[in-house]
T-cell receptor, first 113, second 115 residues
Framework: AQTVTQSQPEMSVQEAETVTLSCTYDTSESNYYLFWYKQPPSRQMILVIRQEAYKQQNATENRFSVNFQKAAKSFSLKISDSQLGDTAMYFCAFMNRDDKIIFGKGTRLHILP | DTGVSQNPRHKITKRGQNVTFRCDPISEHNRLYWYRQTLGQGPEFLTYFQNEAQLEKSRLLSDRFSAERPKGSFSTLEIQRTEQGDSAMYLC?????????????FGPGTRLTVT
């Protein structure tokens, strides 16, 4: 069975700093997708960034980038120039061909002014 | 279209009562998913539909839970004889299944409290 592990339950950083959220996963599949979702307080979940496992190049979306290490089954999220609006719960997630998303337990990120 | 919507947003019910939640997906999306999120945890998959067909149900979905998607549009999730352990956020997501499309868009959720 696939599992997703986020080892940092909570993190705090100062505004404008760079922060990295860790994620590891376990699967025997070779084709799959990885995601980082953001869930702000009392607001709905939105997709931050996605990575197809067959692509070696790390995905980037503006201030958000990932470090995808397929052999190590690691998928970390880097947020550059962090902003107050980045305060949220961040979930690492895995999806294989059956389209079910498996989420990690999340990392609560606080951006401090 | 403004995205996935869910109603009600909050529901408080007494143990033993039945409740029903509704999800309206993004209109052209053919897949619809239900997840459950308990406090401090990530969402867990419950079930999903391709058009009106229910393709898979998680073992988390006991016999007290039933989901439908008549005509492949909106979906309902019913919980019969609610228990305190059913208290959670119930999330709906939809996607357009295609060659390069697989992203799931989430609704705001229905928070259920069973007293």
């Amino acid at each position: 069975a696939q599992t997703v592990t986020q080892s940092q339950p909570e993190m705090s950083v100062q505004e404008a700093e760079t922060v990295t959220l860790s994620c590891t996963y376990d699967t025997s599949e070779s084709n799959y997708y990885l995601f980082w979702y953001k869930q702000p307080p009392s607001r709905q979940m939105i997709l931050v960034i996605r990575q197809e496992a067959y692509k070696q190049q790390n995905a980037t979306e503006n201030r958000f980038s990932v470090n995808f290490q397929k052999a190590a089954k690691s998928f970390s999220l880097k947020i550059s120039d962090s902003q107050l609006g980045d305060t949220a719960m961040y979930f690492c997630a895995f999806m294989n061909r059956d389209d079910k998303i498996i989420f990690g337990k999340g990392t609560r990120l606080h951006i401090l002014p | 279209d403004t995205g996935v919507s869910q109603n009600p947003r909050h529901k408080i019910t007494k143990r033993g009562q039945n409740v029903t939640f509704r999800c309206d997906p993004i209109s052209e999306h053919n897949r619809l998913y239900w997840y459950r999120q308990t406090l401090g945890q990530g969402p867990e998959f419950l079930t999903y539909f391709q058009n009106e067909a229910q393709l898979e149900k998680s073992r988390l979905l006991s016999d007290r839970f039933s989901a439908e998607r008549p005509k492949g549009s909106f979906s309902t999730l019913e919980i019969q004889r609610t228990e305190q352990g059913d208290s959670a956020m119930y999330l709906c997501a939809s996607s357009l299944q295609g060659r390069d499309t697989y992203e799931q868009y989430f609704g705001p959720g229905t928070r259920l409290t069973v007293t």
